[in-house]
């Protein structure tokens, strides 16, 4: 599959993000990849895998656009979503087809920027990259910098943003307006209506991972209202 050709088959779409807690029985490269499987089999555009084992086990089944990732947390830094260009490195070679990094403003291990890793994954990897950002500056720096689609992923979990929850309508109507590449809305969909809501503003595809395959959150946040009371 092209470059071109991996971007294209997103629009419209819905991508469902296949992961799950480190300490989860899911986490296993076995069931992530039938998650993924499953998705792909009732619909789904693309999937978002993390970590080069999961991305491995999923390309195995599925030849729709794998969006690839790395977490990692590196002491002293808050960017952990492809830290490093050796982390964007291993996920090519797991087998993504677009390699997600933060795009934050945040400082990254290694000294490296945004502009040096973009330039890096498509001049070495030959990779689009999705820029994961938190804000229209970050936004509007991650498609100066090369990105190729941008996505809303880091809204309410960056210091400029934690007092507030995701979806926000408003950044991503800010993005659509302002830049010229491609927007995913990512983060907080809950609904298919929400989905719809996002494309109908515009968005190019939408991402939708804990309404669909986060059983373990999903299951603590129902504990925790029914025994609770909210």
Request: hydrophobic share 45%; net charge negative.
């Amino acid at each position: 599959m092209t470059n071109e050709n991996s971007i294209t088959t997103l629009k419209q779409g819905l991508i469902v993000s296949c992961q799950a807690p480190v300490d989860s029985p899911l986490h296993q490269p076995k069931i992530i990849a039938a998650m993924a499987q499953a998705a792909v089999n009732n619909g789904a555009v693309g999937v978002r895998i993390d970590t080069p084992i999961h991305i491995n086990a999923v390309r195995e089944g599925v030849k729709v656009p794998i969006i690839g990732l790395w977490k990692q947390i590196i002491p002293k830094y808050d960017v952990y979503i492809t830290p490093q260009f050796d982390h964007a490195a291993a996920v090519a070679q797991a087998g993504a087809d677009i390699i997600a990094i933060d795009a934050t403003t945040r400082h990254r291990p290694g000294g490296e920027t945004v502009v040096d890793i973009i330039t890096r994954i498509h001049q070495e990897l030959g990779k689009p990259v999705i820029a994961d950002v938190d804000t229209i500056e970050s936004a509007k720096a991650a498609a100066a910098a090369g990105a190729d689609i941008v996505a809303t992923t880091l809204y309410g979990y960056t210091p400029k943003t934690n007092n507030d929850s995701p979806p926000c309508w408003e950044l991503l109507t800010q993005m659509l307006e302002e830049l010229k590449i491609p927007v995913i809305c990512e983060g907080g969909i809950s609904s298919p209506q929400m989905a719809r809501h996002a494309l109908n503003l515009g968005a190019y595809a939408v991402v939708v991972g804990t309404a669909i395959t986060g059983i373990d959150l999903q299951v603590k946040n129902y504990q925790r209202v029914m025994q609770n009371g909210g």
